[in-house]
T-cell receptor, first 110, second 110 residues
Framework: GEDVEQSLFLSVREGDSSVINCTYT??????LYWYKQEPGAGLQLLTY?????DMKQDQRLTVLLNKKDKHLSLRIADTQTGDSAIYFC??????????FGSGTILRVKS | DAGVTQSPTHLIKTRGQQVTLRCSPI?????VSWYQQVLGQGPQFIFQ???????GRGNFPDRFSARQFPNYSSELNVNALLLGDSALYLC?????????FGSGTRLTVV
C-alpha cells in the first residue's frame, strides 16, 4: 500500500541550510508535495514536483527527487527562525487523495 | 481571492452527539477533499468530492459522511461522536493537483 515516511525532528542554526528527507512507496504517484504547518494552523503548500522531474528550485527551496530510491528531499537555504514549523511530505496522483507522512519538526536556533 | 474557508474554527461536542463542518473552496475549484489530523500525526484522507459526486473515501467508519453542493461547497458530518474523533479537520480544494488547505476546524469531543 501507500506509505510515506519522514524523520521526526531536525534542528539547525539560523543561516544554515536545512535538509528534510522523505521516502515513499507508491511509484505510480505523479505528484510529490511539501507542506508547512505552523502551530495551530492549517497546511501551507510550499512546493510540488512532478514525478518526471529530478529537481525543482523556488527561491530558497530546492526539491530533489530520486525515483529509483523513492526518496524526496526539501532543502531550505539560509534557514530563518520563521521557518520553524512541521514539514509534511505527501504523494498523490492527479485528481486523487494525498497520502501524508507523519511530519518533520524543524527547529531553528538563533 | 479568498482561500479555502472552513467553519466553525473551534467546536466542543459531547460523546454521542453529531457535528457538521463546512467548507467553501477557492472560486473555480470543483474538487473538495476532507482530512482528519490527530495531534502529532499527518493528515489522513476521509473523503473527496468532484462535481458533487464522491470520488474517494478513506478508511473511516460509516459515522462519517459528506456531501458537495451545486456551488461546490461541502459539509462533513460525523454522527455518534467518540473521544477519538477529537482532531483538526482540514478541507482542501484543487483543480486536480496542488491542493490548497483551509485553516481547519478544531473538534474536541468530551
Amino acid at each position: 500500500g501507500e506509505d510515506v515516511e519522514q524523520s521526526l525532528f531536525l534542528s539547525v542554526r539560523e543561516g544554515d541550510s536545512s535538509v528534510i528527507n522523505c521516502t515513499y512507496t507508491d511509484s505510480s504517484s505523479t505528484y510529490l508535495y511539501w507542506y508547512k504547518q505552523e502551530p495551530g494552523a492549517g497546511l501551507q503548500l510550499l512546493t510540488y514536483i512532478f514525478s518526471n522531474m529530478d529537481m525543482k528550485q523556488d527561491q530558497r527551496l530546492t526539491v530533489l527527487l530520486n525515483k529509483k530510491d523513492k526518496h524526496l528531499s526539501l532543502r531550505i537555504a539560509d534557514t530563518q527562525t520563521g521557518d520553524s514549523a512541521i514539514y509534511f511530505c505527501a504523494q498523490g496522483e492527479y485528481g486523487n487523495k494525498l497520502v501524508f507522512g507523519s511530519g518533520t519538526i524543524l527547529r531553528v536556533k538563533s | 481571492d479568498a482561500g479555502v474557508t472552513q467553519s466553525p474554527t473551534h467546536l466542543i461536542k459531547t460523546r454521542g452527539q453529531q457535528v457538521t463542518l463546512r467548507c467553501s473552496p477557492i472560486s473555480g475549484h470543483k474538487s473538495v477533499s476532507w482530512y482528519q489530523q490527530v495531534l502529532g500525526q499527518g493528515p489522513q484522507f476521509i473523503f473527496q468530492y468532484y462535481e458533487k459526486e464522491e470520488r474517494g473515501r478513506g478508511n473511516f467508519p460509516d459515522r462519517f459522511s459528506a456531501r458537495q453542493f451545486p456551488n461546490y461547497s461541502s459539509e462533513l458530518n460525523v454522527n455518534a461522536l467518540l473521544l477519538g474523533d477529537s482532531a483538526l479537520y482540514l478541507c482542501a480544494s484543487s483543480l486536480g493537483y496542488g491542493y490548497t488547505f483551509g485553516s481547519g476546524t478544531r473538534l474536541t469531543v468530551v
